[in-house]
Each structure stands twice: as C-alpha cells, then as structure tokens.
C-alpha cells in the first residue's frame, strides 16, 4: 500500500503562484508515475500533470502548460506542483495519485489507470 499526502492548497488571488506538495510513504518502490488531476465542483477529475518516477519523463494539461511545473523531490518522496499565473478557473479541489505501471503516455492521463490517491487540497483563485 502507498498513501499520498498533499498540502499547499489555499486562497490566492489571480495572477497569483502556489505550490502543492503530495508525499508517499510505504510501498514507494511500486510506484512507476506520479500525477495530479483536479475536480472543479459539478464536474469531472481531470488530468493535470504526471511525472515519471525517475523523473525523465513528464506530460502537462494544455490548459496548465507553461504555467505549472511538476517535479520530485527523491530524497522526500515528494512531488511536487508549481502553479503560477493562477487563474479563477483552475479553482478545484487537486488530488495527487500514483501509478503502479511504467510511463505510458496515453495512459497517465486516465484517472482509472492511477491506483492510489490522495484526499485532496482545495485551492481557490479568486480577488
């Protein structure tokens, strides 16, 4: 079993940067894919960004490309999401998951294909 823990959500005006932090513990060596996905209220989690666990591999959201960064922290088992230029429309509760398969990238996008998650951070950009 791996659990995920985030932090680093919040309120931030638009414009504005943040940064999340999702750290795994346990069995960390069955882990192939680190992602985030987001769920805006009334819709769908959707994809925001994943990185390979060696980190040689990563795949960004056209709608965050250029504004979030996904990274690693090998020491800490801890990824890591930079957002900045934030807008209203990223406001959604953003989970961290983890993948047991190797980097695909048609498959790191597919919340279905991530076997464990987090329980969330909210993060809120508003004025």
């Known amino acids: 079993q791996v659990h995920m823990q985030e932090s680093g959500g919040g309120l931030v005006q638009p414009g504005g940067s943040l940064r999340l932090a999702c750290a795994a513990s346990?069995?960390?060596?069955?882990?192939?894919?680190m992602g985030w996905f987001r769920q805006a209220p009334g819709k769908e989690r959707e994809f925001v960004a994943a990185?390979?666990?060696?980190?040689?591999?990563?795949h960004y959201a056209d709608s965050v490309k250029g504004r979030f960064t996904i990274s690693r922290d090998s020491a800490k088992n801890t990824v890591y999401l930079n957002m900045s230029s934030l807008k209203p429309e990223d406001t959604a509760v953003y989970y961290c998951?983890?993948?047991?398969?190797?980097?695909?990238?048609?498959?790191?996008?597919?919340?279905?294909?991530?076997?464990?998650w987090g329980q969330g951070t909210q993060v809120t950009v508003s004025s």
């Open positions: 998951a983890a993948r047991r398969s190797p980097w695909n990238i048609g498959a790191v996008t597919t919340v279905a294909d991530y076997a464990y």
């Open positions: 990185l390979s666990w060696s980190s040689i591999n990563l």
């Open positions: 346990g069995r960390t060596f069955d882990i192939y894919t």
